[in-house]
């Protein structure tokens, strides 16, 4: 144990005002899991990949506008701020890679929890996540277009029991490829 806290960097504590904001922030960054899942490519692949980040930049501003809406103030955590997720996702790929590679570390074989549960024929999260954003949607009189569609095909995943459906972009977005 000793050992591990060595080689584990010190993390400034941050102080924040709601459990809320925190949970916010963490349903935010975990937005892409379901794309990761219907992609079928890794999250080094995926990410690499302007379009689907353009899908995960949608998503995150569908769902940073609703919590705004309901007065949540989301926390986030590393160098930039969560509002600006989005942005550096629509980035050109040079651009995104150079910006992103001062912050963000991914193993090269990772893949997300959602995608091994569609793997593993199990019941995904996907009621936590996106779908949290469109019940919000909805208490708050909105719609959330983007997380419904997503939300949809991933339990058309589930039922159809075959792993992940390695989907193109313009296929979750509603185009055919």
Do not use: C
Request: no cysteine; hydrophobic share 45%.
């Amino acid at each position: 144990l000793a050992a591990a806290r060595a080689e584990t960097p010190a993390r400034p504590a941050t102080k924040v005002r709601t459990m809320a904001a925190v949970m916010a922030g963490k349903l935010v960054y975990n937005l892409n899991n379901a794309l990761n899942a219907l992609s079928g490519l890794t999250l080094h692949e995926q990410l690499r990949d302007r379009r689907w980040r353009r899908i995960l930049a949608a998503q995150q501003s569908e769902a940073l506008g609703l919590l705004r809406r309901a007065g949540i103030e989301p926390v986030g955590i590393g160098k930039f701020p969560l509002n600006w997720f989005p942005t550096v996702l629509r980035l050109p790929t040079p651009l995104f890679r150079r910006v992103a590679s001062s912050s963000v570390r991914i193993d090269r074989q990772a893949r997300s929890s959602m995608w091994d549960d569609l793997e593993r024929r199990r019941q995904t999260e996907i009621a936590e996540l996106q779908g949290a954003v469109v019940e919000l949607a909805l208490r708050l009189g909105r719609e959330a277009p983007v997380s419904q569609r997503v939300m949809d095909l991933i339990r058309a995943a589930e039922r159809a029991g075959l792993g992940s459906p390695a989907l193109e972009p313009a296929q979750v977005l509603g185009r055919a490829p």
